[in-house]
């Protein structure tokens, strides 16, 4: 190996419901890239979208919204050569594992007894979009919005929810699963909101654009696609 190579970092910013499979990515990463260090950003998907327009030293971003993410590719921010629709998600409504309310899947959030839901903030956070969607859909949204708790990113909602803050959450089916103290209500039907697909793109003023290629690769090799689908995201585009 040669000595004189500098050791390269990458930040990535990504979805906040990106954290476990990507701290996993990570050390699979390191193994055959001893010299890059990642370095990753995790939040909602609006919030990154700003700091990366207002000129955020990063590298690759991986949205959990198209339309963050296509704002960022108008703007020039985006390298249009290395971008693409990733992986995908669902939308589930969860509570509490021992929760002694027991919410009857999307329409019983309208019960009485049910006093707080909640959802991602849907200006800036995608699942917080999807939910409202959602709920608008299940022809809901009008009757609940008092009971809305809104959080910061889709793993606050997970938090609210875990630790009985809240009676019942909106979440990613791969947040659901990374948790032992919720349950699956209900999943959302696939129509009742927007397509959950996660773009992933390289920017174009990437300070290590080689290394951000490689890694861009990367994660949409055999490899690595193993291990978002064990997470529960659904491959899109595999190369």
Do not use: C
């Not at 990106?18 to 909602?44: Q, S, T």
């Not at 009742?192 to 174009?204: F, R």
Request: aromatic fraction near 10%; proline fraction near 3%.
């Amino acid at each position: 190996m040669n000595q004189n190579k500098k050791d390269a970092e990458l930040t990535i910013s990504a979805a906040a419901s990106m954290k476990d499979v990507l701290e996993e990515i990570r050390k699979l990463y390191a193994k055959d890239h001893p010299h890059v260090k990642l370095f990753f950003n995790f939040g909602a998907s609006g919030a990154l979208q700003q700091q990366i327009s207002q000129g955020a030293p990063v590298d690759l971003f991986l949205s959990a919204a198209e339309d963050k993410f296509a704002a960022l590719v108008d703007s020039g921010h985006i390298d249009k050569k290395y971008r693409t629709s990733f992986v995908g998600n669902e939308l589930v409504l969860v509570q509490p594992k021992n929760s002694q309310k027991k919410v009857d899947g999307y329409t019983g959030l309208a019960d009485k007894n049910i006093k707080k839901i909640s959802i991602g903030i849907p200006e800036t956070v995608p699942a917080g979009k999807y939910a409202k969607e959602s709920l608008e859909y299940y022809k809901i949204w009008e009757n609940i919005q008092g009971k809305i708790i809104y959080a910061k990113d889709v793993r606050q909602v997970l938090t609210y929810v875990e630790t009985g803050n809240v009676d019942a959450g909106i979440v990613y089916k791969t947040d659901a699963l990374s948790s032992n103290k919720i349950e699956i209500v209900e999943v959302a039907e696939e129509k009742s909101h927007t397509p959950i697909i996660y773009p992933l793109g390289v920017i174009k003023k990437s300070g290590s654009k080689e290394e951000a290629i490689k890694f861009y690769d990367f994660l949409q090799s055999d490899k690595a696609m193993n291990v978002f689908e064990k997470y529960g995201f659904i491959p899109l585009n595999q190369k």
